[in-house]
């Protein structure tokens, strides 16, 4: 059988979910789950350098590309950070090994799924794959079996599966459309057999999927109307999965919206999608922005810091065109690395301090240097102080749509702002002013969450062109 | 065209509609529980009836999977859960069942305004099938929305999944594929449901999601 990256990429996350599953010990399994997730991220990026051929069932393009390398780096920067952050709530017994197999376990199969997810090249598949992510997630959200924890993974659940089948409605519909011009079957699922007729299908069809996708997986990416279910999920979970949940399954739900607006683009008849997503994204940003200023749970305020940055690069695709796309995809990427940075920082801070309360915390620069420090660092690099990496991306979305729509522009900076007021004002009740709180020392492993930063740091002063024309590439594909 | 076939499809989907209603102002959950075992059975008989007519024998197998699995596997074992648990009482809506069957209406019409506007293009059976599919999915909707306990939600979702099943089948030729994800769908949601529901009575001594509001993270 021929075996390429493709299907490693695919196949390790699933055989080491089979074997974590089957192993005891809490170390061993930690380790395992880092090497697992090394060696696919090792196999994704070798895509890069060898692009295997697409087939019926899978696809890679410069698009998805970009997509599974920070998929899978960040969940494996993750799954190091995890193994320190699980190792404590073992010894305070919050999990118990039977949990954290479980865990463990469970942490490869929504890797498998999302990268399933990234790589599908049938909009059936890929609609699958995203209900098996959020499925996984809803397990993990509920791990501690509190009854904060089983509400929000009750709440999780029920949203994100009318989510998902407002989602499956939207995929029927297009097949419908494609049907009488592809014929019945199997590629009139195909998505790169859709996107090569797409011209020719029905486009009032087009229009009602595109609605209905749009409501669909715009729940998993937690845009504003239908966001209930994120701050929950996000502050009730093991930590590890707050950082997969925020850095990449709202990306990957993100990518799925992409890939049905290229396919409306195709059509001219059919509704530009874009003033849809704009408007959104807007009121994405600017609602998780209000939202910021009366947040008392420190993982709660980073999640709707989430809402608020899916919200700009929602908005940033949604202008469209090749530079607000080249900005809404480089702020993706740094959204992700630095917000699953913040939840590592915010990881270790919570379990130092026995709570998630901001009123509980306080003095973390004096007490817990490195923790407070990497906090503030990340809290500046999330509200786009220069020169780190957000900030770019920031700005290079509101120039662009400065010199075409000045007025959605001052909305879009006026919900930047509020969000960077709102986190400073508490980020000084957490890393300043009286120690509150227990002081002993973290134990915690700091070299995932200052790799992140250390990424978003450089890609603020310079990127490298190599990085760039890749972008452009993807940009341009966009359209 | 029509013929037969096509009133007799006509008929079954429309009959899902019928009973998506029944489902809405159903105020005792045994009364609800029977009542989406008729819905999952029609849903079978739909299934198997666009199999005959679209000589597609594999979707016979999605008519099998509604039949046994949705009509008999799962409202038995919630009929179980609901007496392990003792909430065989009245459940409330939230909404009021004039109001509800008001809205319900409004939802129907606007799904065939909808859809019935936008497939003027494809053959009849297929179109109508589409509006009442999409009549089903959003009555699903308004169950999970008017109750506030976490059965009957469930039963929402799983007459919402009926309603995509049908709009699956009623799209000729479409990949087995999908049939089988969403079948297999709502087994993994039903395996997900029964353990939540167990542990939601390990902590909570209730399944009212009223009393589950109380502990949400931001009124502490």
């Known amino acids: 059988m021929r075996f390429d990256a493709l299907e490693a990429v695919l196949l390790i996350p699933l055989m080491a979910a089979a074997l974590l599953a089957a192993l005891p010990g809490y170390r061993l399994t930690a380790g395992l789950n880092v090497a697992a997730a090394l060696l696919t991220f090792l196999a994704a990026a070798s895509l890069l350098v060898v692009q295997p051929a697409s087939g019926d069932y899978l696809l890679v393009d410069d698009l998805n590309k970009v997509f599974i390398v920070l998929t899978t780096f960040v969940a494996f920067t993750t799954s190091v950070f995890s193994a320190s952050y699980i190792g404590h709530e073992i010894e305070i017994g919050r999990l118990t090994p039977a949990s954290v197999r479980f865990y463990h376990a469970m942490y490869q199969v929504l890797m498998f799924a999302m990268n399933l997810a990234l790589v599908a090249n049938n909009i059936g598949l890929m609609w699958v794959a995203i209900e098996v992510a959020t499925l996984t997630t809803v397990l993990m959200v509920g791990i501690y079996r509190t009854h904060e924890a089983l509400e929000a993974a009750w709440k999780y659940f029920i949203l994100g599966s009318v989510g998902i089948a407002l989602a499956l409605f939207g995929t029927i519909l297009v097949y419908m459309a494609a049907r009488p011009v592809i014929g019945e079957g199997l590629y009139a699922m195909v998505w790169t057999v859709l996107v090569a007729h797409a011209a020719k299908f029905d486009p009032a069809l087009l229009n009602v999927a595109f609605v209905f996708l749009l409501l669909g997986y715009g729940t998993k990416v937690g845009l504003a109307p239908l966001h209930a279910w994120l701050p929950d999920a996000h502050a009730e979970g093991p930590t590890p999965i707050s950082a997969v949940l925020s850095g990449l399954l709202l990306n990957v739900a993100l990518y799925a919206l992409l890939r049905f607006k290229m396919l409306l683009a195709v059509n001219p008849a059919a509704l530009a999608p874009g003033p849809l997503m704009v408007m959104m994204g807007l009121i994405s940003c600017v609602f998780a922005a209000l939202m910021l200023y009366r947040r008392r749970d420190i993982k709660r305020m980073f999640a709707y810091s989430s809402i608020e940055h899916m919200g700009i690069i929602v908005f940033a695709f949604g202008m469209g065109g090749s530079l607000a796309n080249f900005a809404g995809l480089l702020h993706m990427t740094m959204h992700s690395l630095t917000k699953s940075a913040i939840f590592f920082a915010v990881g270790h801070i919570a379990q130092v301090k026995g709570t998630q309360k901001i009123a509980n915390m306080g003095g973390l620069t004096v007490t817990h240097p490195v923790l407070g420090w990497g906090l503030v660092l990340g809290v500046a690099a999330i509200a786009g102080l220069p020169p780190l990496g957000i900030f770019m991306s920031e700005f290079l979305v509101l120039s662009s749509t400065f010199a075409r729509q000045p007025w959605l522009a001052a909305i879009l900076a006026l919900g930047i702002l509020l969000a960077l007021g709102g986190l400073f004002l508490r980020l000084n009740t957490i890393a300043f002013g009286e120690p509150r709180g227990p002081t002993a020392p973290a134990q915690a492993s700091y070299v995932p969450m200052f790799a992140h930063f250390a990424i978003v740091f450089v890609a603020g002063i310079y990127l490298p062109p190599q990085l760039v024309t890749g972008f452009q590439n993807v940009a341009r594909l966009l359209g | ?220």
């Open chain 2, 1 to 220: 065209m029509h013929s037969i076939t096509f009133d007799i499809a006509h008929m079954l989907a429309g009959s899902l509609v019928l009973v998506s209603f029944m489902q809405l102002y159903q105020d005792r959950l045994y009364a609800l529980l029977n009542t989406f075992a008729l819905h999952a059975f029609i849903l079978a008989a739909s299934v198997a009836w666009q199999a005959f007519i679209q000589d597609a024998p594999h979707l016979y197998l999605t008519a099998m999977i509604a039949l046994v699995f949705k009509a008999i596997v799962i409202p038995v074992a919630l009929h179980r859960i609901i007496v392990k648990l003792g909430i065989h009482r009245e459940i409330e809506t939230v909404v009021g069942v004039g109001p509800t069957m008001l809205l319900g209406m409004g939802l129907v019409a606007l799904s065939m305004v909808v859809m019935l506007r936008v497939t003027s293009d494809a053959d009849p059976l297929a179109r109508e099938d589409l509006a009442f599919a999409l009549s089903v999915v959003l009555l699903g909707l308004l169950m999970m929305v008017t109750r506030r306990n976490a059965v009957s939600q469930v039963i929402g979702f799983m007459s919402l999944e009926n309603g995509l099943v049908l709009a699956a089948t009623g799209a000729k030729g479409m990949p087995l594929v999908v049939e089988i994800s969403v079948a297999f769908s709502v087994l993994i949601a039903f395996i997900v449901i029964g353990i939540f529901l167990f542990r939601i009575r390990e902590r909570f001594d209730t399944v009212d999601m009223q009393a589950m509001d109380r502990f949400r993270g931001e009124q502490r």
